[in-house]
Nanobody, 123 residues
Framework: QVQLVESGGGLVQAAGSLRLSCSAS????????MAWFRQPPAKEREFVAA????????QYADSVKGRVAISRDDAKNAGYLQMNNLEPEDTAIYYC????????????????WGPGTAVTVSS
């Protein structure tokens, strides 16, 4: 069993930066793919980034590529999402997820989700 809690969201101006954190409980976390998804207002939840267990491979959505970096520290049972050059379109609830399948971007491959943290980017 894995429980996830996100933190680090908030209000930031366009072109600013935020670092989201995902704190995990449960030893299985380090063997799972970890991902970040987001849900903009009135839209579907969408993939942002994912990283395989061990940190050897990561994948990003085209919309954030070059502006976002995903990382994990399995010794701390934690994951991170560094977001730079934020745009108003990045406004969303950001969710940490764990488990993952062959398709790292597939939402239904993740069995564990945090409650989310809100990010608002003002123009």
């Amino acid at each position: 069993q894995v429980q996830l809690v996100e933190s680090g969201g908030g209000l930031v101006q366009a072109a600013g930066s935020l670092r989201l954190s995902c704190s995990a409980s449960g030893r299985a976390f380090r063997y799972y793919t970890m991902a970040w998804f987001r849900q903009p207002p009135a839209k579907e939840r969408e993939f942002v980034a994912a990283i395989r267990w061990g940190g050897g491979y990561s994948q990003y959505a085209d919309s954030v590529k070059g502006r976002v970096a995903i990382s994990r520290d399995d010794a701390k049972n934690a994951g991170y999402l560094q977001m730079n050059n934020l745009e108003p379109e990045d406004t969303a609830i950001y969710y940490c997820a764990a488990q993952g399948g062959a398709d790292m971007a597939a939402r239904n491959g993740y069995g564990y989700w945090g409650p989310g943290t809100a990010v608002t980017v003002s123009s």
